[in-house]
């Protein structure tokens, strides 16, 4: 089994729901992907250990997601020079918008490119992964391209099932 | 010289501002301080080796200042079975707003005790600590009780110069 | 029966489904918890009056939960030099933001330690309290460590059934 | 001198720019005005002796302004059963939004009746407790509705200039 | 029948829920209330006509609750020098924000004592109606007190309840 | 001189530094502009007047412009059917986030079409207005779109001159 | 079939419960509505060639409906310079301010008239878009006059029906 | 000259001050950039065009800076399958949280990799920028690495100089 490239990271089992949309749809491009649980705050040695050795591991991108002080992109992004993409997972009393500030808000010297709330984030933390990863891989930019052109002819066929029912 | 009690970590110059106002509450308490500056983000590391080790070296709380997505009293937490006082420090576009939800929403099981953004907060954060490390300390609890009722006092003072001024 | 040095106070019915998570937590620890419905807008005197002899009474500690404007938290720390820490509870149309700012933004001179919204609140504030009791009990202090260190492997734990999930 | 039947209440010396907009508004009407620091926090039971005896005292209304977690004006509602407004005042971090949320969110059963953050703020207090002191007051009812009369041709005037302007 | 004191006027169907708390709570110190729909938006000439001759009329006190861009308290108040209580609706996207700064953000001149968004705010609106029509009614005085010491009494009712769940 | 088709409205001088970039910009299109400070509380009979007889004057937009309880807007919308465009005046402790969602918020059945805080909006509330009034007058329709293509080419002349900086 | 004046355009299925509702209400207008699905990111190419010779195809308004970072408005504003309506609809973490401050806060140049968000606000962009084209139809501009007396006259029934419920 | 491959627009000579430290900072790494102003609103086609050849073009990452209804990151991601990082500008009353929204919210399809508002986002995009180009550039990735070294080290070198000033 050849090392995956991407991996998808996040602290609780009540993530997972946002998070695996974020694994699918990784996978529906044959991309392989090493998930882990792993938390910022709970086993943040953990974390290091696997942000520092990523590069050398063969990650190409991580994907980190988490709730509230979301803490995790950023520890991951403090051990590591890979790409860190986080994923602000809404849930509690501010409906994201703590995670969201939490993730985006970096420090200067420390990047996290943070993507949307939820589960449209975690479409996307994918998508960027890709997009990242297809720099060098020609078949999967070529994947990639199919889906964004496929993406964009599902409005068109949207619309036409709008005029049927509209008629 | 007595191994201080009390820590007071942060991670960049710009914090100085803000947290001496701690520093300085605390030392008119006579306590020794700890202050360090460290950074979760730019130097993970030595925020776990200083956290993992510092309740044997003596301490008895740690206060932690940073702005932004404001990780480091969530970091120190992590690492320490102390208490931990978290100050936000206000600061770039969203006044801190960022770095209070950051500080305050952790997740359950590594506590952080979160006072008001900036310097308010930082003499609170030092007041805090100062409530603590006196509940076992009773000379440093008279001074402490000695602050809040002259602080009481203040306040009737304060009232009489303005009816002076009203008169 | 000893005297508990922890307490658990808030100001209403519908604030027991969170408070209760603090309560069992500390109890997990084998800790006593004197607690008591009290109001800082409907019974200030009370609070006035539980606050002002909590320290000679033998508390170490109080924990308060409050919703809305969550003045119960600043209300007990007026009259006490004891550590307080506060419990923003949600509800309402403001999920909590306006529980949270009521209990975080104290004036500079008065110190409340506030914890998280809700529920992983106030789990949390039980964990500080434990920190703060367990700096001069060791037993305390090695339950504590011993809950953290579990806490971290279930982490672990978590991971695995991912993986088998996964496979 | 007759007894005032409002008083203005603040808790700090920066609080005091705002409410003489509000003192002095009253003043403008002729009316005995009772203003006092005290302060929620740091002299709770000066606030609350203030409060149970107001209504003995011969006060009508009680204009409270604060900032931050301002707690003044639901506290003083607490120990009485005048009507009580609030003045929320901004400075900070959050531009206020801390201090309205705090004085406007009380909850049931302990009225507040909160005016906008500020000057504008305190400046409507005053009109407020004038209107509610004209109730049972037929020539202070006279001046008050001859100032929004005024006011409103203030408007007509304001126009005319700039029309001037704009020829 | 007594010309009623106090009025109560809200714009839609849909603000009933809420307002009739307020209406009930009037109906409870025996009080006659007026209720009226009327929209700021929708009917804004009967709104006009409505304040214009309120006082005149013989109310004491307009209670106007609103959601959304609720101008219907600050439209009442410009056409009348009565006192003015406006209560933030709850409802749609923003979770009554919208309400609560449209209902106490009054420019300077126009005075609204804005209470807490929705139900919590509905009681208080009727408290706080209350407090002032009692300034020169002694029997609603003498009512309102005992309901405020009962209300003080429930807390300790609930209190002895609590400690009987947790004995 | 013939009667303007776009008036402008707001309540207070100090709107004019906002509102006069809206009228200036009309007046760039050779745009005649009735302007009239008229207030939503301070002078509500005249904004009702006004915008009662609007349509049969000539008006064929209204911009109506105010701060943080916004109402003009809204309240001139409430008696006229013409198209009015609201522009939220940014000011005081909020930021223009009160006068925004006072503005937008609308109640379904009196329209107002918000456009963004402050000077950006005034300009985009005259462009608005600019393209309603175009709708039906083939000469404004050209100048208005050699006012976008001209603006679109600015952004190719800022793009020179930087590249002429960078080189 | 005569070209429709009024296009209704938005990205997704999810938008289509919030978007039918400004369609029927302009359909109830006898308007013909132009309806179709169009993505600002997904299929871009086709905002722009729709908004490019909009104009020229005879439509005077355009309503555009998005969510989250919703550019659709914008885009299509980009492109035309025809009037453009922005409803923002809610959706996800943040209840919509992410779409209403996406649509509604346009850089200087390019204006989008944005109403409310969701329902009220789909509502509300069919009348603003019927107050636009009744300039210059008399029969429409009858219409939408009757359909606004007969909502201020639906304020007065649902009033007579309270005071029965009320009795 | 070799192609550049990471190029960095913005809409808007205001933003250039933000941006030009991304700009510094990718030349620090002695990247080569393509600079340039285009804007998704005031010349959407120049957008569309640029982000539909940058592939073949040879570009890499694409980071785009905006303010407000911060469309453009968006508009470039609809055109291209390259990885785009958005830079949030602050500007005007909502202090950048509308360029946040704007530019991190994207719908589920179309990814943007968002850094924090203002100066700090735009260092920390260039830094994403390198760690993506770096992938496949030893060299870059070692300088990027010596980089980070670096600025863990500076914080330990502040550190000394803090714990001078403090003796």
Not at 2 to 7: E, F, S
Not at 82 to 106: F, N, Y
Request: hydrophobic residues 45%.
């Amino acid at each position: 089994m050849p090392q995956p490239r991407v991996a998808v990271v996040f602290g609780s089992d009540s993530d997972w729901d946002v998070m695996k949309i974020c694994v699918e749809q990784l996978r529906a491009f044959d991309l392989d992907v090493h998930v882990e649980v792993m938390s910022a705050h709970r086993s943040p040695q953990r974390v290091h250990e696997f942000a520092r050795v990523a590069r050398e591991e063969g990650f190409e991108v991580i994907v980190a997601g988490a709730g509230m002080s979301a803490a995790l992109a950023g520890t991951v992004a403090a051990s590591t020079t890979l790409p860190v993409i986080g994923v602000p997972i809404e849930g509690g009393a501010l409906g994201g918008l703590d995670a969201l500030l939490s993730t985006v808000q970096m420090p200067p010297g420390v990047p996290v490119g943070c993507v949307g709330i939820g589960q449209a984030g975690a479409r996307n933390a994918a998508l960027l992964a890709v997009s990242i990863v297809a720099l060098h891989d020609a078949q999967l930019a070529e994947k990639y391209q199919k889906f964004r052109t496929e993406q964009a002819n599902a409005v068109t066929e949207r619309n036409r099932k709008l005029q049927d029912k509209l008629r």
